[in-house]
């Protein structure tokens, strides 16, 4: 698949998941084969005024050159702070990994901005209703290492929809593309939208939007397969994203249900250009791998598993392998290499949970990780034998350390 010049193998991302995908889940589903991955989703208007907080205690402090600004101290007190002084940042939001006295001062719009090496390319996912806020928002320093903007419109959670953000938008279809199109001309960037089918339980609002959003030059829309409404109740609608991707001429990303190779066959015949794996991953970053290889097996014709050869043909005639014409500034990204399939061993998974828990430390504090990290070494252990036991012992820990001796315990 190619959204503008990024060309992508295997068209297999890892979705933004607030309160999940931290860089550190991140950059482990993208060592074990996500072609793609996003920040978690960002408030537009928090970052516009936390960057004006920024710049006003550096001015407070006398701190008044800015980067690529000359504006003198007046000029920059006054009401148009943010246009004057918009590539000021008092810090970058990837630094080398090995500085971690430095990452642990990070605000905590940079902690959410923080991507590491593994990362490459990446998308930061924003979401907002105000159209200005979000052409403010893309324009900030913050998010010009990013190679590719998301705007979200499909979050369903209450306290997003109530301020009329995430999934809101696509009851009013018009701000939804004013959003977009803002955004569109407001970076040379390329453009992205994650929506819903719709907003009520039997909507289907998805081709209207699809061709606006296409019309005003977003580059892909990535669909789960729900409404609003629905949350994450009943079942995806294959059907339905199937149809929005027979109308729309840019790339279209399936999402939702995608937890093995089974629903990950079924997403692939809708005939999307990619698939992208939320929930499907959660204490499971190594799902990409597994993904991967079922790809390669029902690529072998000469496979032994007449099931796989069942699937050959199909999947010879949808998304594996689309001949995309490459030019020469095209960057292609492939991670061929990791197709071999990993054994997930229980010392496996225990490396994988104390590299993710190590590579927190680089950024966070023992406080944050130890809360943040409870909810990820629960799906870790959610299809173990002993599982209920050890959820409770899980929740009980206080500290770094003691997961890691409960860990020690747990995967012999």
Request: aromatic content about 8%.
């Amino acid at each position: 698949m190619k959204i503008d010049k990024l060309n992508f193998k295997h068209n297999l991302f890892l979705a933004p998941m607030a309160g999940v995908t931290d860089f550190a889940f991140r950059s482990l589903a993208r060592e074990m084969g996500a072609d793609f991955s996003y920040t978690e989703m960002v408030s537009a208007k928090g970052l516009v005024f936390n960057q004006l907080k920024t710049n006003k205690k550096l001015l407070d402090k006398n701190l008044n050159t800015c980067f690529n600004c000359d504006n003198s101290n007046d000029l920059c007190k006054n009401n148009d702070i943010l246009d004057n002084c918009q590539n000021f940042s008092l810090l970058n939001s990837c630094f080398d990994e090995e500085n971690s006295s430095l990452e642990k001062n990070l605000t905590e719009y940079e902690k959410m901005l923080y991507t590491s090496k593994l990362e490459n390319p990446v998308a930061v996912q924003i979401f907002g209703s105000d159209a200005e806020f979000m052409e403010k928002a893309v324009k900030l320093q913050q998010l010009q290492k990013f190679d590719i903007i998301d705007i979200n419109m499909g979050c369903p959670a209450p306290k997003i929809v109530k301020n009329g953000d995430g999934s809101a938008l696509l009851k009013d279809l018009k701000k939804a593309v004013d959003v977009a199109n803002a955004v569109v001309k407001s970076t040379t960037k390329p453009v992205t939208v994650k929506m819903r089918l719709g907003f009520g339980a039997d909507e289907n609002k998805s081709v209207e939007l699809g061709r606006m959003l296409q019309d005003v030059g977003v580059s892909a829309v990535c669909i789960h397969g729900r409404t609003r409404e629905q949350f994450y109740s009943g079942k995806v609608n294959f059907e339905a994203i199937a149809t929005l991707k027979s109308k729309l001429n840019i790339p279209v990303i399936g999402n939702g249900d995608v937890f093995d190779d089974a629903s990950y066959f079924d997403m692939l015949k809708t005939g999307v250009d990619a698939v992208m794996v939320g929930r499907g991953a959660l204490g499971k970053p190594w799902i990409f791998n597994q993904l991967l290889h079922f790809k390669k097996l029902c690529k072998n014709k000469n496979n032994e598993n007449k099931q796989l050869n069942t699937h050959y043909d199909e999947l010879d005639n949808i998304l594996i392998n689309k001949n995309l014409d490459k030019q020469k500034d095209d960057v292609c990204y492939d991670n061929s290499n990791l197709i071999n399939k990993i054994d997930i061993t229980s010392s496996f998974k225990k490396e994988i949970i104390k590299k993710h828990i190590s590579m927190l430390q680089k950024v966070y504090s023992e406080k944050f990780i130890v809360t943040h990290m409870r909810k990820h070494l629960l799906w870790y252990v959610k299809e173990m034998p002993d599982a209920t036991k050890y959820r409770l012992q899980l929740c009980k820990i206080n500290s770094v350390k003691e997961a890691l001796i409960l860990l020690d315990q747990i995967f012999i």
